[in-house]
């Protein structure tokens, strides 16, 4: 499996995301996004009208893209936990809708490197990077 079971608990814990991009000419994108991780592992990024953004033309042209999820879960003491995936990036149109608020058109995310932490990974403290084979 590419993702533990303790960072799918906590990414189905969490409704956005921060998905990144990068244009031909080498300008980053960073948006907001909902996601959902698929049981093979790779993750769906969804949205109203989605073929038609910037991010998903950055995806088309580049076939790239990292998403960050994370959240803070305390100030007092600091505490930041969340997971980075990079990959391979596909923008795929004509896909079924998850529901009917979002369009058949989506970016799938293929991890190659997934970085984690903040404690997701009880038994991996701190902050642990992996490449996905």
Do not use: C
């Not at 007092?76 to 998850?98: D, K």
């Amino acid at each position: 499996m590419i993702f533990t079971d303790p960072e799918l608990e906590y990414m189905a814990s969490q409704w956005l995301g921060r998905l990144a991009t990068v244009d031909a000419g080498g300008g980053v994108q960073n948006n907001p996004v909902g996601f959902r991780v698929n049981t093979d592992g790779t993750m769906d990024i969804r949205g109203h009208n989605m073929a038609a953004s910037r991010k998903f033309r950055n995806v088309r042209n580049t076939g790239r893209a990292a998403l960050v999820v994370d959240d803070l879960v305390s100030t007092s003491p600091w505490h930041v936990r969340g997971i980075e995936i990079r990959g391979r990036a596909e923008a795929l149109q004509n896909q079924q809708p998850a529901d009917g608020h979002w369009s058949g058109d989506i970016i799938r995310i293929h991890p190659r490197r997934i970085i984690v932490w903040g404690g997701i990974n009880p038994d991996a403290p701190g902050m642990r990077g992996r490449d996905v084979t």
